[in-house]
């Protein structure tokens, strides 16, 4: 992850509308589910650590968090988030079958070709069983944007091919949904053609700050989105995908 995207993240994350919007589709996908009671947690790939801290408010889930940026790590700790430390999804520092939850947001796109299974693999690992693991990633390779290059995003899934994985790493499915739907059609307009037209050079979708009118009537798209997740409802195209797994008892 770029440093400064790191930064731009920890400052926008509370208000701007895509965090705000995905905490609550996320939240709404995982209530439809019923997810057990969980104790220990681990953000694999945690960013700051406003994830890691909702899942605690959410669950009362001892979380810890991960990730491989320095910087980020940082900022879990000015967040409050105190179990934090540098390590790799793809090598753990937990013993096997010592977590209840593993949650895994927008990380699995940015491993190099291949080492997602790998990764996927270590979350089995460390799972309990009856544990979950809760993946979310970037969809659809049309909607790759500058933005997706310039936080150095490898790749963007397919309901099918993640579903494929998990299996292969003997994990139970049992939710999954696209999300981001309503305002895909202004993403795949903007990466297409507008970023195309203008030449855009790669750059940080969450760096500017929008008029409230606008970042407002974007978190709606998402909050009606989380209101039909949380009646049963599941999107088939969208700009990201949603994963609930479990290991079997």
Same mark, same amino acid.
């Given at each position: 992850?770029?440093?400064e995207?790191?930064?731009? +993240?920890?400052?926008?994350?509370e208000?701007?509308?895509?965090?705000q919007?995905?905490?609550?589709?996320? /939240?709404a996908?995982? &209530? =439809?589910?019923?997810?057990?009671s969980?104790?220990r947690?681990?953000?694999? /790939?945690?960013g700051t650590g406003?994830?890691?801290? &909702?899942?605690t408010?959410?669950?009362?889930?001892?979380m810890?968090?991960?990730?491989?940026? $320095?910087? /980020?790590?940082?900022?879990?700790r000015?967040r /409050?988030?105190?179990?934090?430390?540098?390590?790799?999804?793809?090598e753990?520092?937990? !013993? !096997?079958? @010592?977590?209840? $939850?593993?949650?895994?947001?927008?990380?699995?796109?940015?491993?190099? %070709?291949?080492?997602?299974?790998?990764?996927?693999?270590?979350f089995?690992?460390?799972?309990r %069983?009856?544990?979950?693991?809760?993946?979310r990633?970037?969809?659809? =390779?049309?909607l790759? @944007? =500058?933005? @997706?290059?310039? +936080?150095?995003?490898?790749?963007?899934?397919?309901?099918?091919?993640?579903?494929?994985?998990?299996?292969?790493?003997?994990?139970? +499915?049992l939710?999954? @949904?696209y999300?981001?739907?309503?305002?895909? %059609?202004?993403?795949?307009?903007k990466?297409?053609?507008?970023?195309a +037209?203008?030449?855009? &050079? %790669?750059?940080?979708?969450? *760096?500017?700050?929008?008029?409230?009118?606008?970042?407002?009537?974007? $978190?709606?798209?998402?909050?009606?989105? !989380? *209101?039909?997740?949380?009646?049963?409802?599941?999107f088939?195209?969208g700009?990201? $995908?949603?994963?609930?797994?479990?290991?079997?008892d």
């Amino acid at each position: 992850m770029n440093p400064e995207e790191l930064h731009n +993240i920890y400052r926008a994350e509370e208000e701007f509308w895509w965090y705000q919007g995905m905490r609550a589709i996320t /939240g709404a996908f995982l &209530e =439809r589910a019923q997810p057990p009671s969980f104790t220990r947690g681990l953000d694999a /790939g945690c960013g700051t650590g406003r994830n890691a801290l &909702e899942f605690t408010s959410r669950y009362g889930v001892r979380m810890t968090g991960v990730d491989v940026a $320095l910087g /980020g790590v940082r900022y879990c700790r000015q967040r /409050g988030l105190e179990r934090s430390a540098v390590a790799s999804a793809m090598e753990l520092p937990f !013993a !096997a079958e @010592s977590l209840d $939850l593993v949650t895994t947001l927008d990380v699995l796109s940015h491993l190099p %070709p291949g080492e997602d299974q790998r990764a996927l693999r270590e979350f089995y690992r460390v799972l309990r %069983p009856g544990g979950w693991v809760v993946a979310r990633v970037p969809a659809f =390779r049309a909607l790759r @944007s =500058r933005h @997706s290059q310039y +936080i150095a995003e490898q790749h963007r899934y397919r309901a099918g091919e993640m579903l494929r994985k998990l299996a292969a790493a003997r994990f139970e +499915i049992l939710r999954w @949904s696209y999300a981001n739907t309503f305002l895909s %059609p202004v993403a795949l307009l903007k990466s297409r053609v507008w970023e195309a +037209i203008r030449r855009e &050079e %790669p750059h940080s979708g969450v *760096a500017d700050v929008l008029p409230g009118w606008l970042n407002r009537s974007l $978190l709606a798209a998402l909050q009606l989105e !989380a *209101a039909l997740l949380r009646r049963g409802v599941r999107f088939w195209f969208g700009q990201s $995908l949603l994963v609930a797994a479990r290991k079997a008892d």
